[in-house]
């Protein structure tokens, strides 16, 4: 089967968007599909491109509204490519104003799924801080996408929820279908170190929770342990006992990860509620055999709970935080040898094949 992905993020970001979006598109190329990506042009060059994707790039300018102008240029290029390359399903990454590839599809008959994977409106708001007008067109953007795809698949069943209540959706077009991992690439590799290290990668955005580890940073502290904290985000972090790095490469983060103890995903409790959360990096950390402590965040909270591959902890705790902290530390011997086969073993059950393979059964079962 030939598949068109498209999506308006930029391929050259090291970020959860464009994990996702490659890894699926990998996924899918496992499944023996031939997949053809289409995008915005790339602010930098591409690195390590899986040789089995084919990649087309739309030049659109650098500017505010670069996403307007690539979605106004599809209705150029996806009729070539329907025909030219004899697609016969088109994938969409959902975002504010990604309408158009829907409208075509569904006019030349092309099945079509669209994935959502936040909540649009709410992320809007915090990246781009829009006008009322422009967040009211984006909304029946979005409505009009969902209308116009045959399927739709939500990362988390609170997406599911949300969408349909909000849209009107029937229960049968929405999939719940969780994130996932590139287990070949993220492999339970390790090299020697010297400190008891602690990762943190993310945002500072709210629900991230890098001011609940700042806080659990500062109690850990206190007790004088050799634990080092390295801290991945976008925003330089300056506190005592700890490493950080700014929007790294995949291939740094690749390398980072061999040599982590233990990882944190301090996630907070409003966004839990609000949409749910399939966090990448998460599925990262155990495809590299890294135990977790997390915050609960539904499904993949409860595996790593029930297959010992982590702890779960409460929201918004830095205390509860700290102390599982130090009693991952203090029991490292006996304890993390197991979680960390338990996690990379975690970690298969939603390698992107898997992922994508449920996605088409969906799709055309």
Not at 201 to 220: C, H, P, R
Not at 257 to 280: C, E, H, M, Q, T
Not at 281 to 300: A, D, Q
Not at 341 to 354: G, P, V
Request: charged share 20%; net charge positive; aromatic share 12%.
């Amino acid at each position: 089967m030939n598949i068109l992905m498209i999506s308006k993020i930029d391929l050259s970001r090291p970020t959860g968007e464009t994990e996702h979006f490659l890894g699926l598109a990998t996924g899918f190329t496992k499944l023996g599909h031939k997949v053809l990506l289409l995008c915005p042009k790339p602010s930098s060059r591409l690195k390590n491109i899986n040789n089995k994707i084919n990649y087309i790039f739309v030049s659109s300018t650098q500017n505010r509204f670069k996403s307007f102008i690539f979605q106004l240029l599809l209705f150029f290029y996806l009729p070539i490519l329907f025909l030219r390359y004899k697609i016969n399903f088109v994938y969409i990454r959902q975002g504010p104003f990604l309408l158009i590839p829907a409208l075509l599809s569904r006019f030349f008959a092309f099945y079509t799924a669209t994935e959502i994977n936040g909540l649009l409106q709410e992320d809007m708001k915090i990246l781009y801080n829009p006008s009322e007008l422009i967040m009211h067109f984006s909304e029946i953007c979005e409505k009009l996408s969902y209308k116009f795809s045959n399927k739709i698949i939500a990362v988390t069943p609170q997406l599911k929820y949300f969408i349909k209540q909000k849209y009107s959706i029937p229960d049968s077009k929405i999939c719940v279908v969780s994130n996932g991992v590139n287990t070949d690439f993220y492999t339970m590799e390790k090299i020697r170190h010297e400190y008891f290290n602690v990762l943190f990668m993310g945002s500072n955005a709210k629900w991230q929770g890098l001011d609940v580890l700042l806080e659990t940073i500062d109690a850990v502290n206190t007790r004088k342990l050799p634990i080092k904290f390295i801290i991945v985000t976008n925003k330089q972090v300056y506190e005592k006992n700890t490493e950080c790095f700014v929007n790294i490469e995949r291939e740094a983060v690749k390398n980072l990860l061999k040599k982590i103890d233990i990882a944190v995903a301090p996630y907070k409790k409003f966004r839990n509620n609000a949409s749910g959360i399939s966090p990448i990096k998460v599925f990262t950390y155990l495809s590299s055999g890294i135990p977790v402590i997390v915050s609960n965040i539904g499904e993949i909270g409860h595996e790593i709970e029930s297959k010992n591959a982590g702890i779960v902890i409460e929201s918004d705790n830095p205390g509860k935080l700290s102390e599982a902290i130090i009693y991952m530390y203090r029991n490292r011997k006996k304890t993390l040898e197991a979680m960390s086969e338990n996690a990379r073993l975690l970690a298969e059950k939603y390698d992107w094949k898997i992922v994508a393979s449920k996605i088409i059964d969906f799709v055309y079962n």
